[in-house]
């Protein structure tokens, strides 16, 4: 069974940090895509990143490009998002996606999430 | 960007009838087109892929259908449990893209 867990979230002020990370388990992780999804109090679903499985290849949304960076750790299972330059919008529930791909595709698995607030 | 747009925004449904759903994508995205259930507090559910193939453990009231730009969800009976949100996405390129999703609720 996959089993994506996250966790970093919390309360950070406008142009703080903050890297979130989700621990994969029950697939082989170094063979799929990952992706982070977000969502925002009361809105809709939210691409924010994704890393390629074959060769760590990464993308992103306009909305976090220059500020947010996507990474993989294959021997961990693990992913993450280290976020800098926070702002109030980028408060939502994180999710951690599994795709269905090594180079893209659709999301088969999703973690529970994990909130980010930026507020001071 | 591709651009998807779904519509309507709240859909009125008693139980036990069929909804539909629409989903229109701003340029081609062949079928790679996905659909999820999202009920309130939890994460997405994935229904749909490749347009009209159900995800393992969807009940077959639950279609999809379309190709190119426009496609549709239709849950032939409703369900309570059917009564949530629904979002469409597109893979064929990059950025990956959701539609603003669909409310659909008891009439």
């Known amino acids: 069974e996959v089993q994506l867990l996250e966790s970093g979230g919390g309360l950070v002020p406008p142009g703080g940090s903050l890297r979130l990370s989700c621990a994969a388990s029950?697939?082989?992780?170094?063979?799929?895509?990952m992706s982070w999804v977000r969502q925002a109090p009361g809105k809709g679903l939210e691409w924010v990143s994704a890393?390629?499985?074959?060769?760590?290849?990464?993308f992103y949304a306009d909305s976090v490009k220059g500020r947010f960076t996507i990474s993989r750790d294959n021997s961990k299972n693990t992913l993450y998002l280290q976020m800098n330059s926070l702002r109030a919008e980028d408060t939502a529930v994180y999710y951690c996606?599994?795709?269905?791909?090594?180079?893209?595709?659709?999301?088969?698995?999703w973690g529970q999430g994990t909130l980010v607030t930026v507020s001071s | 960007e591709i651009v998807m747009t779904q519509s309507p925004a709240t859909l009125s449904v008693s139980p036990g009838e069929r909804a539909t759903l629409s989903c229109r994508a701003s340029?081609?995205?062949?079928?790679?087109l996905a659909w999820y259930q999202q009920k309130p507090g939890q994460a997405p559910r994935l229904l749909i892929y490749?347009?009209?193939t159900r995800a393992t453990g969807i009940p077959a009231r639950f279609s999809g259908g379309g190709s190119g730009t426009e496609f549709t969800l239709t849950i032939s009976s409703l369900q309570s449990e059917d009564f949530t949100f629904y979002y469409c996405?597109?893979?064929?390129?990059?950025?990956?893209?959701f539609g603003g999703g669909t409310n659909v609720e008891i009439k």
């Open positions: 029950g697939f082989t992780f170094s063979s799929y895509a």
């Open positions: 490749g347009a009209s």
């Open positions: 340029q081609s995205v062949s079928n790679n």
């Open positions: 890393i390629r499985g074959s060769n760590s290849n990464t």
């Open positions: 996405q597109q893979y064929t390129d990059w950025p990956l893209t």
């Open positions: 996606a599994k795709l269905s791909w090594s180079f893209g595709g659709w999301v088969d698995s």
